[in-house]
């Protein structure tokens, strides 16, 4: 599907600016090595307001095959959902119907089982792990889009990193605004694009088949301020998320106005650093034939530099992920091994380029093998 309108400003004007050929189209991980899904991945920017998105969009079946994010993985994500829980709780005042959309394993509502406030905690999600772990949690199996009928309106509405995965924002916040009292409001946690575009790391701002449009705090303040919904609250959670909420107003209140930023020529220039960057590595390969040479993550950045011309000689992937050891990086050949792995080598050598987690990975990997090699 070829996205015909600009996110942000409803503008036809979308001009493609880089392409990465046959991209995997699932983030992750994969049993086997056969059935796998490519599509280019084409990076355009709005000529209006210079916001960059994904042109060409996979199937969500295509993309979301299976959830490749159940298992909290690291000490970063572990504090933000506990603190996206202190967040909500704080409009938790009085007894309340609470909606969240999409999360498999309860890492938000985990946290209130124990709150008197709470009558219930609904779960709108397309792929349940299994039955409700608490007691006030239920699910309902599918996506916010208009097709699923709900029995009650809530008083909270929840999206913790749902919201960047969504195409049509504009009918998805409608629809957040149908099911909110009056006075209600919507909670959410979205990565912090702005500081992953800063940290340069693949892909820029994260955008992808599943981020498929650049968003700050000022973008989606505009976009749910259009609907009806006025800005409450924000909080930076480090430099991971952006935690924001807005209150149901019974008129559209005054847009935020959209800051155009220079997006596109940030973006192409992290391409042309990678793009040098994986030169280097093939050239540093070629000359440590006999070393095991892994690549840190069985995710998105692992396939980026596989399209990019990182193939030969690498041994496999290290992840922390306990669902992702023993499996194929989708659209590889590569294993996936636990981090630990590294700690029986004489001198192994890791390419990490993490992002935001970078700093925390590489102390893993210095305490787990002090002779590491870290590209």
């Avoid at 001198?347 to 987690?357: A, E, L, R, S, T």
């Amino acid at each position: 599907m070829i996205r015909e309108n600009c996110e942000i400003c409803s503008s036809k004007a979308l001009v493609p600016f880089y392409t990465l050929k046959n991209m995997p189209c699932r983030l992750g991980v994969s049993s086997s090595i056969h059935s796998y899904e490519f599509n280019d991945l084409i990076y355009a920017e709005c000529v209006v307001c210079k916001n960059v998105q994904i042109l060409d969009l996979p199937s969500r079946e295509k993309v979301y095959e299976s959830n490749h994010n159940i298992n909290i993985v690291g000490e970063t994500w572990q504090r933000h959902h506990r603190e996206f829980a202190e967040y909500i709780a704080n409009f938790l005042k009085q007894p309340s119907n609470v909606l969240e959309i999409g999360d498999p394993e309860e890492k938000t509502a985990k946290w209130f089982e124990e709150e008197t406030n709470l009558i219930s905690w609904d779960i709108l999600e397309p792929m349940p792990s299994g039955l409700p772990k608490s007691k006030k949690v239920s699910y309902k199996k599918g996506f916010l889009d208009g097709g699923t009928d709900f029995e009650t309106n809530y008083h909270i509405v929840v999206l913790s990193h749902v919201f960047e995965h969504i195409l049509d924002l504009k009918s998805t916040i409608q629809n957040i605004y149908k099911v909110l009292l009056p006075g209600g409001i919507v909670a959410i946690s979205v990565p912090n694009m702005e500081e992953i575009l800063k940290k340069r790391s693949l892909p820029p701002a994260s955008l992808s088949f599943e981020h498929t449009v650049y968003l700050d705090e000022n973008k989606i303040t505009a976009l749910f301020e259009r609907e009806g919904l006025e800005l409450t609250n924000v909080k930076y959670y480090r430099d991971h998320s952006i935690f924001i909420s807005f209150s149901k107003k019974s008129a559209t209140t005054s847009a935020n106005t959209i800051r155009n930023q220079p997006l596109k020529e940030r973006m192409l220039a992290i391409f042309k650093e990678k793009e040098e960057n994986v030169k280097r590595y093939v050239d540093y390969i070629e000359t440590h034939f006999d070393a095991q040479i892994f690549i840190y993550g069985a995710h998105i950045q692992a396939q980026i530099f596989q399209v990019l011309g990182l193939s030969n000689n690498i041994y496999g992937t290290l992840d922390n992920s306990k669902d992702k050891q023993g499996n194929y990086l989708y659209g590889t050949e590569l294993m996936t091994y636990p981090v630990e792995i590294i700690a029986t080598l004489e001198k192994p050598i890791v390419i990490c380029d993490m992002g935001v987690y970078n700093a925390e990975i590489k102390e893993q990997l210095v305490s787990l093998n002090k002779k590491v090699v870290i590209l």
